[in-house]
């Protein structure tokens, strides 16, 4: 059996024990590049998948694989080097291209009482949401992963990252992390967390002042924006624009 066909057999066992989300996101770029010695050698789109699928799939892919070819003991991932290169508009592009994190990919973080919280009136974050509060498990591991990602590769990695999500799933904690948790690398970053709503209500109190260019030299200083519930800002071009 050719490698295609070993990882094609492996994939349908894989697909149907694994969320529909996670199996899109880090399964259907990889590929069995070839078996040998009893490795199988399974190349990868970028060293965050090969770090994920090590750390969290290794094992789920072994039995896989090792059950269509008892010969596979082993796995080796590699990231695939024959991508073509991009211009410096592309690698601009990719830059930006967001990451949305699926709904299904949260779990349920208690809401902190704000009252009895002083809140940062600089970067506009409450303090208490960081990551050692807030609870992972198997359903947000992607979305604390990648926050995490953000932290470590600021403007880089996920820009921008788009989190999606229910009522009281930990979005707002788990994007304040994010903004505290770069703050404790470097407290010189200007970060500022804001709703939605309130950045509407600015962006109509600047038109109506004709004061618009002092709101943006306000917010083109910062080097991380937070951003809350910004589905308020669906059908709104002007909002959307700036």
């Not at 009895?116 to 609870?135: E, G, H, Q, R, W």
Request: charged content about 25%; hydrophobic content about 40%; some cysteine.
């Amino acid at each position: 059996m050719d490698p295609q066909q070993i990882w094609k057999t492996a994939l349908t066992e894989i697909e149907i024990n694994v969320s529909q989300a996670n199996f899109i996101t880090w399964f259907k770029e990889a590929n069995l590049s070839r078996v040998q010695d009893g490795c199988a050698i399974i190349s990868v789109p970028n060293a965050f998948s090969r770090a994920w699928l090590e750390n969290k799939y290794n094992k789920f892919i072994l039995r896989a694989l090792h059950n269509i070819t008892p010969e596979i003991k082993e796995i080796q991932y590699v990231i695939n080097q024959t991508q073509p290169k991009r211009n410096e508009f592309g690698r601009q592009r990719m830059q930006k291209k967001k990451f949305v994190i699926p709904e299904e990919e949260f779990l349920y973080n208690e809401q902190l009482d704000l009252k009895d919280t002083a809140i940062n009136t600089d970067t506009n974050l409450n303090p208490k949401y960081d990551f050692t509060s807030f609870v992972v498990g198997s359903f947000n591991e992607l979305a604390n992963a990648a926050a995490q990602s953000v932290i470590k590769n600021l403007g880089s990695a996920y820009n921008p990252l788009f989190i999606y999500g229910g009522v009281g799933l930990g979005k707002t904690h788990l994007i304040q992390a994010i903004g505290n948790g770069v703050l404790q690398q470097n407290p010189n970053i200007k970060v500022k967390y804001l709703p939605a709503e309130k950045f509407m209500g600015e962006i109509v109190e600047a038109i109506t002042n004709k004061t618009m260019n002092e709101l943006k030299e306000r917010y083109r200083v910062c080097d991380l924006l937070i951003m809350d519930d910004i589905q308020f800002i669906a059908g709104a071009e002007k909002m959307q624009e700036e």
